[in-house]
């Protein structure tokens, strides 16, 4: 039965595929490094993330990223492991993942939007990633069965969820016990009402994003263990105002009141890393002998 709260996050998750699949045009539009570069959604943010320059075989992927951090740079991952990536986008961090995993791991990129899923899947082809596998679906309910993955990453995506302590579940039906995630997302404090209504500050992964301390709770709450930060990165007010200021570009706001509004968001946004990983079972006992 659909519950007036289901067509509501439904309604979140529409909005957020559409200005996706906008942003991607516009930087497929724009050629590389174009989507980086414009205020399209997490676009600034991506350039901040802090990756080492790509190789040639990534550089497709490396152009249409989105991310605001670098999950896999905490991650020490094994040739033939599983890494889950949550809202994959154009696929960077699978790319960079099948390279960790070599030909026996395994990636899986779980995303909703398909124009990403297809900018993933050329991506993916070109690089000759056969190990990478694309799942469409959505965050809150992974198309992955429990207990697959040694490693979760997730790259600037779980603010954009409407319902976060459901991904926070998935994220830990999904890891092996003793499995690690590392999660670079977005945290903001106390934002001002007219931010917080902005459906394009929404998707430019501001308006939705949790305090850090709900956000750390949350996590916990989940039952996964050793959450804590390892990276965080606090946005100044110009690097917001170049994430939100296309949904603004009509209300003639001038250079006085920009810094005005700027004000009250100052400091108040940043992108963190979090790492953490799923409790590993105790071993059974037989006959008292364990
Ligand atoms: C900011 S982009 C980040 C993409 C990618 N992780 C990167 O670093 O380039 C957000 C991505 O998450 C996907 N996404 C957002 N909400 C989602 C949800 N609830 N379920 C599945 N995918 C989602 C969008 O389609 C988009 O590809």
Known sequence: MTTPQDSSHDQVRRSVAEQYTAALERSQTRGAGGCCSGPAPCGAAAALAGYDAPDEALSGAASCSFGCGNPL????????????????????????????????????????????????????????????????????????????ADWVISNCVINLSPDKPKVFEEIARVLKDGGQFRISDIVAEDLPAWLKSSEIAYAACVAGALPEALYLQGLRDAGLQDVQVVARLTYDAAQIRALIESDFADAGIDAAQWEALLAQVDGKVASITVTGRKETAPRACCGGQC
């Open 73 to 148: 740079s905490f991650a020490e991952v094994l040739p033939g492991q599983t890494v889950v990536d949550l809202g994959s986008g154009a696929g960077y961090d699978l790319l960079v993942a099948a390279q960790k995993v070599g030909a026996e791991g395994r990636v899986i990129g779980v995303d909703m939007t398909d124009a990403m899923l297809e900018a993933a899947r050329i991506n993916v082809q070109n690089a000759g990633a056969h190990q990478v596998q694309l799942r469409k679906g959505v965050i809150e309910a992974l198309p992955i069965a429990a207990d697959q």
